[in-house]
């Protein structure tokens, strides 16, 4: 899906619609035995819900039944062995949408006026698109991944694989388990990095360069292109292997992407608090936002916040009226969770977005942002 279709959608979802829209998010799982109790789970979340509806004043009984409806018939054509890691459900009178993401998501219910995002961005903002170059002793292979989904690039596409000329890759192995690297070996590696260098030019993605360590090394001091060469995997003997066998064996490497996207956010947030473009806690950001000045947003994972836009004679202020916590029912306009409404607002002024691990926020109570001016 490209930025704009996945734009659209997310403005689509997010429009206003008769009360209730209800939005479900639950962690899956992608294996057995797991995902087999993951519809159980499922199924005890619908029951759930359906109470609450039920018990909520403001739905009446044959709103409750039409938004359940769609919610079974949703759930009733899932398949629980193409569970990802996550599962986002949409519900209304007369639509469901379901979405398979490849992010852990919480279990949650939220009733509202608007369809709840946070998980699909969020989901978005971690499938980094990446190259995996698999090296060997007479083939280097390229892989182009995003999250999960991970296929290999074919002569047409990409000029590889590239192949040596055989003549180190026949002889016997070394007490390492690879073959001597001789000439052929490294000019290998050269042609590799030179076949690299266009499909750079038309996306900087990260290189996670796969293979032995001596291999690796080699390569590495060959490459001309040491600036993405993201990440190792010191592995040996994937040259032959499957997407679905090559993508569990690169979830390190995927950690290790997804570790760098959080120290840029860190670093471009330390760069606008040194150059007075911050703002610390969702008040402030949300006001940075209103008047479209936020940069890049950068939010915890797990933060949410219930608040309504503060109005004064009907008219929408850059403030936030928070609600006290623990409250279960903080009034009209309250939304369950603000900072969806905060997202939504940075990437309509084309802002960049980053979902951080709990905790690294601490200091700003989980979100800050890097702002324009």
């Known amino acids: 899906m490209s930025d704009e279709d ?12 008769p009360y209730p829209a209800v939005s479900l998010t639950l962690p899956t799982h992608r294996h057995r035995p797991e995902n087999q109790q993951d519809h159980i789970r499922l199924r005890n979340l619908l029951a759930e819900t359906e109470k609450r509806l039920l018990d909520d004043p403001k739905v009446s009984r044959d709103q409750a039944h039409a938004v359940v409806q769609q919610l079974n018939d949703a759930v009733d054509e ?5 569970f990802l890691e996550g599962l986002v459900l949409y519900a209304s009178a007369d639509e469901a949408r379901t979405y398979l993401v490849s992010a852990t998501v919480p279990e949650r219910i939220v009733v ?3 369809y709840l995002t946070r998980n699909l961005v969020s989901a978005s903002a971690r499938q980094i698109p990446y190259l995996a170059l698999v090296l060997s002793i007479g083939e280097v292979r390229l892989w182009h991944g995003v999250g999960y989904e991970l296929h290999e690039l074919d002569h047409e596409e990409s000029g590889f694989p590239v192949i040596s000329s055989g003549a180190d890759r026949d002889g016997p192995p070394n007490r390492e388990g690879g073959h001597g690297e001789n000439q052929d070996f490294r000019n290998m590696l050269t042609e590799a990095d030179r076949k690299l260098t266009p499909l750079l030019q038309e996306a900087v993605l990260p290189v996670v360069v796969v293979g ?9 001091e060959l490459s001309r292109h ?25 979830a390190p490497a995927r950690a290790r992407l997804a570790a760098i996207d959080t120290e840029e956010a860190t670093k471009a947030l330390d760069a606008a608090r040194s150059g007075k473009r911050y703002a610390a806690g969702v008040q402030d950001c949300w006001q940075a936002a209103r008047e479209g000045r936020v ?18 004679e009907g008219a ?9 916590p623990g409250t279960e029912d903080p009034g009209a306009g309250f939304e369950d969770d603000i900072v969806d409404s905060l997202v939504e607002l940075v990437l ?3 802002g960049d977005v980053t979902f951080v691990p709990d905790d690294s926020l601490s200091e700003a109570d989980g979100v800050a942002a890097a702002l324009r001016y």
């Open 348 to 350: 309509a002024a084309d």
């Open 295 to 312: 940069g890049h947003l950068v939010v915890e994972e797990s933060l949410r916040v219930t608040a309504r836009p503060e109005t004064v």
């Open 226 to 250: 040491g600036a993405v060469l993201a990440a190792d995997l010191e592995v040996g003997g994937l040259l032959h292997t499957t997407a679905p066998e090559l993508v569990e064996q690169l």
């Open 78 to 82: 899932l398949d629980p062995e193409h």
């Open 316 to 324: 929408v202020r850059a403030a936030l009226v928070l609600a006290p």
């Open 212 to 220: 032995l360590r001596q291999h690796i090394a080699t390569y590495r």
């Open 112 to 114: 509202a006026e608007t």
């Open 6 to 17: 996945e734009s659209d959608l997310l403005a689509e979802l997010r429009r206003p619609r």
